[in-house]
């Protein structure tokens, strides 16, 4: 009896505990529902990742065209022509997009100049919230911006060539772009797969309750291993092995999704900013040269 007694103590004492546990549970995972919910309403996403820079830039020349998205939203361009398109009329135009707390302005003249006697018309596209481009700097308008920009420059092109060109967060819009639209050759470098880069490589310090929210708040539009998939033209990566934001194994996920005929540029000791020197950029020089090729050559059989 004293035993059949403290048996059933001891199963009753456990069931207030299991309520305990389970009111817990119940409360912890709400707690996590809501802040899933902040993060994602607060475009928490897009505060970790982007940095727009303010104050002025010298454009050195380029000029400012602004393009409108389907949603009325501006979009900024700054164009500019390589030595060789100065008294003739370009033979190709080529997009670019850069990086995270970067602005075109600061780059077309230069971007134009690497291009020679090569007759190219450059465009750079400012991400929204940057420069002149209408914000907030939120990540779903990137990618309609950037179709946006393209359009308006095909507007211009007709039947003549477009390359794209990209460095960093840079890229999400470029592969958004050679996904969805024809592309003659595109050059990416350190190209991040964001989902990828906050879940694996973020996601520890925070114990993934920021980062599985944050991932998921990330637009299809800009999912750059989906993209590199669907996208076919001829393309250069410019992979840098010592990157501290967007380490090597990640850029490579997206070098090995991508659909088309690509080449490799190899920089073994650069970091995430380090620029490129003679080497390197002769290197570059010697793959868009390829892919200039390949486009005069696909055009000349249309």
Known sequence: MNAGNKTEVSAGSNKPRKRRWRRRLRVAMFAYLVLAVVVWQCHVADMLIEFPPAGAVDAKGAQRQLVKTPSGDDVELWLARSPGAATAEPQAFMLFFVGNADRADRWATFQAAQWGDTPVEVAGMNLPGYGGSTGPAHLDKIGPAALAAYDALHAKAGMRPIFVQANSLGTTAALCVTARREVAGVTLQNPPPLRRLILQHHGWWNLWLLAVPAALSIPSDLDSLANAEHSHAPAVFVISEKDEVVPVQYQRMIYD??????????????????????????????????????????????
């Open 257 to 302: 999704k991508y659909g088309g005929e690509k080449r490799l540029v190899d920089l073994p000791n650069a970091s995430h900013n380090a620029g490129m020197d003679q080497a390197a950029w002769d290197q570059v020089a010697v793959q868009v040269q390829w892919m200039w090729k390949k486009a005069l050559a696909n055009q000349s059989g249309k």
